[in-house]
């Protein structure tokens, strides 16, 4: 069975960093792109940052040079670290992994909310 459970979301102030993390359990990890998705109230989801099996990366543009995401192949878990938060990141966040469209599965989702 796949799971992938997201940690780390909470409350802060505008100006501050979070950690998210995503443990992987059901798939070898390193095979996978990985990625976090955000859905905010009223709006679609929508991609944050994605890395790949060679660990290549792409981030939205709304996240450039605050954000960064990682991987542990050894630990079977990605991470996003969130600097400079801001309001409009206020959001549910979530793990995708995707090894091809059979195997596409996502997380449970953690809220991260910033206070202005």
């Known amino acids: 069975q796949v799971q992938l459970v997201e940690s780390g979301g909470g409350l802060v102030q505008a100006g501050e960093s979070l950690r998210l993390s995503c443990a992987a359990s059901?798939?070898?990890?390193?095979?996978?792109?990985m990625g976090w998705y955000r859905q905010a109230p009223g709006k679609q989801r929508e991609l944050v940052a994605v890395?790949?099996?060679?660990?290549?990366?792409n981030y939205a543009d709304s996240v450039k040079g605050r954000f960064t995401i990682s991987r542990d192949n050894a630990k079977n878990t990605v991470y996003l670290e969130m600097n400079s938060l801001n309001a409009e990141d206020t959001a549910v966040y979530y793990c995708n992994g995707r090894l091809s469209q059979m195997y596409d599965y996502w997380g449970q989702g953690t809220q991260v909310t910033v206070s202005s």
């Open positions: 059901g798939i070898i990890l390193r095979r996978y792109t």
């Open positions: 890395i790949t099996s060679s660990s290549s990366t």
